[in-house]
T-cell receptor, first 116, second 116 residues
Framework: GAVVSQHPSWVICKSGTSVKIECRSL??????MFWYRQFPKQSLMLMAT?????????EQGVEKDKFLINHASLTLSTLTVTSAHPEDSSFYIC????????????FGEGSRLTVL | AQSVTQPDIHITVSEGASLELRCNYS??????LFWYVQSPGQGLQLLLK??????LVQGIKGFEAEFKRSQSSFNLRKPSVHWSDAAEYFC??????????????FGTGTRLQVTL
């Protein structure tokens, strides 16, 4: 089956620094990837849609300058949390759209960000 | 816009007992329907999906779900729960009018606890 990998799985950083999270589709090419944010004991909230070779599409209320998304290749999308603050602490999950059928989603393992 | 309701926030069942997790959706037509499972600190794993055809769908780990159009429901069932099934379960809806199942709306999740 399709495999999506995220790195790092967890990261701790100081307030004001930037953190980059990678999302890779390991055995298929993903023209579209999605970034979700999950608060403790809550559901997943879609942050943005990442399309290879073009700008990401952000959901309403998501700061595009705070959460920079780059999808430079068919197997890699990155989310950079810039000037991180404690309120950015969360679980970030990426997913990649499969190429077959109707393009169902395959999810990464998630990345837990803690900002001190 | 579509929406998903999972009425049960937390369910506890004994190992070996049957399980039913409820999911109701709101959508103008027949949506794509999914059930995902999330273990603590992990990403999402697809249990099963409904696109069309037989309304009773079989998934992995012995789970099944039945799409009932008249009730706008897609409840997840398992005849005998194992302790390893303890996790968070998410129902999700994808809009058919997008042409793909990519942009999903998730329910708030149901946390399953299994007692021995």
């Amino acid at each position: 089956g399709a495999v999506v990998s995220q790195h790092p799985s967890w990261v701790i950083c100081k307030s004001g620094t930037s953190v980059k999270i990678e999302c890779r589709s390991l055995d298929f090419q993903a023209t579209t990837m999605f970034w979700y944010r999950q608060f403790p004991k809550q559901s997943l909230m879609l942050m943005a849609t990442s399309n290879e070779g073009s700008k990401a599409t952000y959901e309403q209320g998501v700061e595009k300058d705070k959460f920079l998304i780059n999808h430079a290749s068919l197997t890699l999308s990155t989310l950079t949390v810039t000037s991180a603050h404690p309120e950015d602490s969360s679980f970030y999950i990426c997913s990649a759209r499969g190429t077959g059928g109707i393009g169902e989603l395959f999810f990464g393992e998630g990345s837990r960000l803690t900002v001190l | 816009a579509q929406s998903v309701t999972q009425p049960d926030i937390h369910i506890t069942v004994s190992e070996g007992a049957s399980l039913e997790l409820r999911c109701n959706y709101s959508y103008g037509a027949t949506p794509y329907l999914f059930w995902y499972v999330q273990s603590p600190g992990q990403g999402l794993q697809l249990l099963l999906k409904y696109f069309s055809g037989d309304t009773l769908v079989q998934g992995i780990k012995g789970f099944e779900a039945e799409f009932k159009r008249s009730q706008s429901s897609f409840n997840l069932r398992k005849p005998s729960v194992h302790w390893s099934d303890a996790a968070e379960y998410f129902c999700a809806v994808g809009a058919r009018n997008t042409g793909t199942a990519s942009k999903l709306t998730f329910g708030t999740g149901t946390r399953l606890q299994v007692t021995l």
